[in-house]
């Protein structure tokens, strides 16, 4: 099967199982705004867009073009989480999901690796990257940034500089109510938009 075909039948498996679903309540739940004039205003890693209510079509404003299939399974999969998230818990490594720990080496090279060769040790270009999304200091590392997914859903950068005996070394991770709310899998879309959104010229 086919990227595209696997990723088609996703969105359709997560939108059967919205279908029951009130979106306007679930909306509160998940710290969204409510429903105007047929959308729900949404920011999705920094970026504005919009989910159609009629047709459930996620909708980037600026080129009001559909969004990318994995940005689309990510928001219709947050849709459907039917547990409350704190808006602030426990941080856990992607190693702490299910699977984790087997996925452990490809998660890595495909999102922390890159970052960590791109920045080395200059954490100037690393802060000023970072105003590509929404995101908010916090004291971990020599930099760490808590960066807005959607909703009440969040990731956390920790970044430690290297010195003449230790590369430097970084860690993506999530509040503990991840493993609750959403499958590992996108687990690895967040981290792959994140650390390749930061090193894209």
Request: with cysteine.
């Amino acid at each position: 099967m086919s990227k595209h075909i696997a990723q088609q039948e996703a969105v359709q498996l997560a939108l059967d199982a919205l279908k029951k679903v009130d979106i306007q309540a679930r909306c509160a739940r998940l710290g969204l705004p409510q429903p105007r004039d047929g959308a729900i205003p949404v920011r999705l890693f920094g970026e504005k867009m919009h989910f159609r209510t009629g047709d459930r079509r996620l909708i980037v404003e600026l080129s009001g073009e559909p969004a990318s299939p994995r940005d689309t399974i990510l928001f219709l999969h947050y849709l459907q989480c039917e547990v409350p998230i704190p808006e602030k818990g426990e941080l856990i490594s992607f190693r702490d999901l299910p699977g984790g720990m087997f996925y452990w080496g490809p998660f890595r090279s495909r999102s922390i690796l890159p970052l960590l060769c791109y920045f080395g040790n200059d954490l100037d270009k690393l802060r000023a990257r970072m105003d590509r999304f929404d995101w908010q200091p916090l004291e971990a590392g020599d930099f760490a940034a808590r960066i807005h997914v959607a909703g009440l859903l969040y990731a956390t950068l920790v970044y430690h500089l290297g010195d003449e005996e230790f590369p430097p070394a970084a860690d993506l991770l999530f509040d503990a109510i991840f493993k609750h709310v959403l499958p590992t899998e996108d687990a690895t879309v967040i981290a792959g938009r994140i650390c390749l959104g930061l090193i894209s010229e």
